[in-house]
T-cell receptor, first 114, second 110 residues
């Protein structure tokens, strides 16, 4: 298996622009997680899905952030409009179950908002 | 609210030393605990997962222990190598969320 795939790997955009991050989880995994990593706050869970349904989005910082999972093999995290404070590394992870199995992380998308 | 702290924040040692990385947490009602490794510019790789009913797990030169009563976990790295240089993160499953520690940045020099 190719593991969790994320695209793009790097994104540089200007404040106010829309940003869309993409994730393909490992085939057969029921859970998909979106995280954000910054120097100040470390790794934070933004939202997670179970069987394509959003379960907990309490970590989504603002209404500017939205996430979708239209099918079992694809998810997007969208920021509209983007702001400089959104600059971070965004990780997608997937797992077979929420508790007993390990989470497998993608390589991340490094976002810089100017 | 669960808080996860890792000490030390950074560590630099010569090759061959045995190391202990520490992770402490405030709420002992955890589901399990994982140790991850993160290389610069890369994602996280799971090293060891300890279920709440277990006390330790071993994989090669790595051994992780869990003491829920004291709110502590340790990651022991035997005979460290330059290839072990990375950031090590502990993470707890608290109900349905993985809560990450602050990380320990390890450098092993030849």
């Amino acid at each position: 298996d190719a593991g969790v795939i994320q695209s793009p790997r790097h994104e540089v955009t200007e404040m106010g622009q829309e940003v869309t991050l993409r994730c393909k989880p490992i085939s057969g995994h029921d859970y998909l997680f979106w995280y954000r990593q910054t120097m100040m706050r470390g790794l934070e869970l933004l939202i997670y899905f179970n069987n394509n349904v959003p379960i907990d989005d309490s970590g989504m910082p603002e209404d500017r952030f939205s996430a979708k999972m239209p099918n079992a093999s694809f998810s997007t995290l969208k920021i509209q409009p983007s702001e400089p404070r959104d600059s971070a590394v965004y990780f997608c992870a997937s797992s077979l179950s929420r508790g007993r199995e390990t989470q497998y992380f993608g390589p991340g998308t490094r976002l810089l908002v100017l | 609210k669960q808080e996860v702290t890792q000490i030390p924040a950074a560590l630099s040692v010569p090759e061959g030393e045995n190391l202990v990385l520490n992770c402490s947490f405030t709420d002992s009602a955890i589901y399990n605990l994982q140790w991850f490794r993160q290389d610069p510019g890369k994602g996280l790789t799971s090293l060891l997962l300890i279920q709440s009913s277990q006390r330790e797990q071993t994989s090669g030169r790595l051994n992780a222990s869990l003491d829920k009563s004291s709110g502590r976990s340790t990651l022991y790295i035997a005979a460290s190598q330059p290839g072990d240089s990375a950031t090590y993160l502990c993470a707890l499953y608290n109900t349905d969320k993985l809560i990450f520690g602050t990380g320990t940045r390890l450098q092993v020099f030849p």
